[in-house]
C-alpha cells in the first residue's frame, strides 16, 4: 500500500527524474530501509556459478548504475545485487528524454545509452557500501570505442573490478549502444569470450580465487543465433547466461503513443519472448550452464514461470518499478514453493 501511494507520486514526475528520486528516497529511510524488505529464510539459499545464494531473486543491473544504493536496495531483500553497466570512462549517455514509461501495458522503453560514472567511480561507491552480499558488477565497452577493440575495454573493467565482485556479467546485447549487439554474432563473440576468459583466467590465478563469469544476451535472437552462443557458452567454459536484456521488438504496444521511440522495451511485453529464449537455451544446453532469468517478471507466476523454463535465479528491474518491494517477497515465496 505504502508503495502504491508512492508510485502515484513519482509517475507523475519525469521517469528518469522519478527514479533518481526514489533511490534517494530509499537512501533516506537508513536502517528503517529494513522494514519493507522481506527479511532472510535460509530455507532459500542454492548455489549457483559455485556462489551461495542467501535467496533466488536478484535486482537486475540498470537500476543501480554506480552502485550509489547498495545498502538500502540489499534491506528489501534481493539474494543478489547487480550493478552497471559500467564502461572504462565516464559517460553521459545519450541525450534525454530516453526513458519512456508505457503504464497500461506495465512496461518501459529506454534508450540510456550506459550513461555512468566510470569504473574507477564505481568500485569507490562499492568500498563505501556496508553491504558485502553477493554483488555481480556488469560491464560494457564505451560508445566511441570502436567494435574492433570492443574487447579492450570489456579485460579493462575485468581488471578493474575482478576483486571486489562476485560475479562479472558482461552485456554484449543492450540495444542502446551503436553496434554493441553484432558482438553476439558467432565469429565476434567467439572472439571476445577467448579474450575475456584467458584474462579470468590469469587474474584467478593471480588473486586465487576464480570468480564466475555469465553473459547477457538479447531476446532478439534466432534459433540459429542461439545455438551458436550455446556452443560458444560451452566451447569458452562459461559460468552463467543471463536471458534477456530488453527487446527492440514493439508487439503488444504498437499503438501506444511511445513506442515508435527508439530504444529497448522491458516489462510485461517482454515476458513471452525472454522466457521462450530462456527455454531454448536451457534445451540446448542440458543444465550444463546455469541461466538467470529476467524480462517482464511483475508476479510471483512470472518468477515460477522462469524457474519452470530453466532459469536457476531471476532477476526484476521494470517489475520491481511497477509494483515495489512486494514482488521481492512474492517471487521468493513463489520460487520456495516451486
Known amino acids: 500500500m505504502l508503495y502504491r501511494l508512492a508510485r502515484t507520486a513519482l509517475f507523475q514526475l519525469d521517469p528518469e527524474t522519478a527514479h533518481e528520486l526514489a533511490l534517494k528516497a530509499m537512501a533516506s529511510l537508513g536502517p528503517a530501509t529494513a522494514l519493507l524488505g522481506a527479511g532472510a529464510d535460509r530455507g532459500e539459499?542454492?548455489?549457483?556459478m559455485g556462489i551461495r545464494f542467501p535467496n533466488p531473486v536478484g535486482l537486475a543491473a540498470g537500476m543501480d548504475k554506480n552502485a550509489e544504493y547498495l545498502d538500502p536496495l540489499a534491506a528489501l531483500g534481493f539474494g543478489h545485487l547487480e550493478v552497471g553497466t559500467v564502461t572504462p570512462r565516464p559517460q553521459p549517455g545519450n541525450p534525454k528524454p530516453r526513458l519512456f514509461r508505457l503504464v497500461e501495458h506495465e512496461a518501459i522503453i529506454?534508450?540510456?545509452?550506459?550513461?555512468?560514472?566510470?569504473?574507477?567511480?564505481?568500485l569507490r561507491n562499492v568500498e563505501k557500501a556496508s553491504f558485502r552480499g553477493v554483488l555481480g558488477i556488469n560491464i560494457g565497452k564505451n560508445f566511441d570505442t570502436p567494435l574492433e577493440r570492443a574487447a579492450d575495454d570489456y579485460l579493462a573493467c575485468l581488471d578493474a573490478v575482478y576483486e571486489r565482485a562476485t560475479y562479472v556479467a558482461v552485456n554484449i546485447s543492450s540495444p542502446n549502444t551503436k553496434n554493441l549487439r553484432d558482438l553476439q554474432s558467432k565469429e565476434r563473440l567467439d572472439e571476445?569470450?577467448?579474450a575475456i576468459m584467458a584474462r579470468r583466467d590469469a587474474l584467478a590465478a593471480r588473486a586465487g580465487a576464480v570468480?564466475?563469469?555469465?553473459?547477457?544476451?538479447a531476446p532478439d535472437l534466432d534459433d540459429e543465433?542461439?545455438?551458436?552462443?550455446?556452443?560458444?557458452?560451452?566451447?569458452?567454459?562459461?559460468?552463467?547466461?543471463?536471458?534477456?536484456?530488453?527487446?527492440?521488438?514493439?508487439?503488444g504496444v504498437e499503438a501506444h503513443r511511445h513506442?515508435?521511440?527508439?530504444?529497448?522495451?522491458?516489462?510485461?511485453?517482454v515476458f513471452a519472448v525472454?522466457?521462450?529464449?530462456?527455454?531454448?537455451?536451457s534445451r540446448l544446453l542440458g543444465g550444463r550452464v546455469p541461466l538467470i532469468g529476467v524480462g517482464g517478471i511483475l508476479t510471483g507466476a512470472d518468477a515460477r514461470a522462469k524457474a519452470e523454463a530453466g532459469a536457476s535465479l531471476v532477476q526484476l528491474y521494470t517489475g520491481f518499478i511497477y509494483r515495489g518491494p512486494d514482488l521481492i517477497a512474492e517471487a521468493r515465496r513463489a520460487l520456495k514453493a516451486a
Not at 211 to 217: E, N, R, S
Not at 259 to 267: D, F, H, M, T, V
Open 110 to 122: 529506454n534508450r540510456m545509452g550506459f550513461n555512468n560514472v566510470g569504473v574507477e567511480k564505481l
Open 225 to 251: 543465433q542461439l545455438a551458436a552462443i550455446a556452443d560458444l557458452a560451452l566451447k569458452h567454459r562459461i559460468d552463467g547466461l543471463i536471458a534477456t536484456n530488453t527487446t527492440i521488438g514493439r508487439k
Open 45 to 48: 539459499e542454492r548455489t549457483v
Open 211 to 217: 570468480k564466475p563469469l555469465a553473459v547477457k544476451i
Open 192 to 194: 571476445l569470450l577467448a
Open 259 to 269: 513506442a515508435a521511440e527508439a530504444g529497448g522495451l522491458s516489462g510485461r511485453p
Open 274 to 281: 525472454s522466457t521462450e529464449v530462456l527455454r531454448k537455451l
